[in-house]
């Protein structure tokens, strides 16, 4: 069973930082494409950043510059650091998986995507 567990979400001021961590089983992590997507309070889901495989990065351009997304294939964690936080990063933060396997390309689109994990909560205050 495919299961993606978000954790390290919190509250923290404008300009601080965050470190969220998704724990990935059921699958052979390596061969995948991974994704960060997030839900602001009362919007729709939108793209933070995703990773290929060989571990190429791409990132919305809301968040360039201040999120890193990393992997390690041997942990099975997919990271998603985050600096000089803003109050509009607020949301629902969801760790995504491909639905393809060998999957070379990331796309930013939720399409690629069929596996979520439940979220964890980033709150950022003015």
């Known amino acids: 069973e495919v299961q993606l567990v978000e954790t390290g979400g919190g509250s923290v001021q404008a300009g601080g930082s965050l470190n969220i961590s998704c724990a990935a089983s059921g699958f052979i992590f390596s061969r995948y494409c991974l994704g960060w997507f997030r839900q602001p309070p009362g919007k729709e889901r939108e793209a933070v950043a995703v990773?290929?495989?060989?571990?190429?990065?791409k990132y919305a351009d809301s968040v360039k510059g201040r999120f890193t997304i990393s992997r390690d294939n041997g942990k099975n964690t997919v990271d998603l650091q985050m600096n000089n936080l803003k109050p509009e990063d607020t949301g629902i933060y969801y760790c995504?998986?491909?639905?393809?396997?060998?999957?070379?390309?990331?796309?930013?689109?939720?399409?690629?995507?069929?596996?979520w994990g439940q979220g964890t909560q980033v709150t950022v205050s003015s």
């Open positions: 995504a998986r491909s639905e393809d396997a060998w999957c070379y390309v990331a796309s930013l689109s939720e399409g690629q995507y069929n596996y």
């Open positions: 990773i290929e495989n060989r571990g190429k990065t």
